[in-house]
């Protein structure tokens, strides 16, 4: 099972800034990587896949790189609607794919 | 939009089965190139993926639930269904639908329903 481990678990940062977001994964996963942000009582809601692809009505401050094993989602000049938890996914090994624990976005 | 609903029973003894069901509307749940999953999510956990069926009734498990898992799809009322047997308190979680993108072998998630609570308690 491949491994992806988010960091940090918490981020704190002010409206306004930049927020940087690591997910790692246990083996190389190529680019076979999405990015989802979840808010309270909702499902989650796709951002990115192929690592850097922005999902259909994502804006274009959040962005993603990043292969192999190490990848970022960036979220540039935050506003309100971004404070959410995010996960990771990676789908290179199918059926077995796997989440990352999330990274809590809070001001 | 494609939206997805998911209804079922929310409160189970240990050992019962757990029966849910995603309704799919505003889109075709026979249109190929997408698997329609099941995901779940324990209280204060991360997301995992169940199983999911395609149009045709090709079915793909976790191996983990597997021996426990059945997915079904009926396509009359544009609906795809959850049985998880002998559950446990390990099984409560949120239940969440979603389609998986099936193109390019490129198996992300882009719709989701809003998802549904299943408790497991004597």
């Known amino acids: ?107 | 939009q494609l939206q997805l609903q998911e209804s079922g029973s929310g409160l189970l003894k240990p050992s019962q089965t757990l029966s849910l069901t995603c309704a799919v509307s505003d889109g075709s749940i026979s249109v190929g190139g997408y698997c329609w999953s099941w995901i779940r999510q324990p209280p204060g956990k991360g997301l995992e993926w169940i199983g999911c069926i395609y149009h045709s009734g090709t079915t793909y498990y976790d191996p983990s639930l597997q021996s426990r898992v059945t997915i079904s799809i009926d396509k009359s009322k544009n609906q795809f269904s959850l049985q998880l047997t002998s559950v446990t308190a390990a099984d409560t979680a949120m239940y969440y639908c979603a389609r998986t993108n099936f193109y390019n072998a490129k198996y992300y998630f882009d719709y989701w329903g809003q998802g549904t609570l299943v408790t497991v308690s004597s």
Do not use: H, M
């Open chain 1, 1 to 107: 099972e491949i491994v992806l481990a988010q960091s940090p678990a918490t981020l704190s940062v002010s409206p306004g800034q930049r927020a940087t977001l690591s997910c790692r994964a246990s083996q190389s996963v190529s680019r076979d990587l999405a990015w989802y942000q979840q808010k309270p009582g909702q499902g989650p809601r796709l951002l990115i896949y192929g690592a850097s692809t922005r999902a259909t009505g994502i804006p274009a401050r959040i962005s993603g790189s990043g292969s192999g094993t190490e990848f970022t989602l960036t979220i540039s000049s935050l506003q309100s609607e971004d404070f959410a938890v995010y996960y990771c996914q990676q789908y290179n090994n199918w059926p077995l794919i796997t989440f990352g624990q999330g990274t809590r976005l809070e001001i």
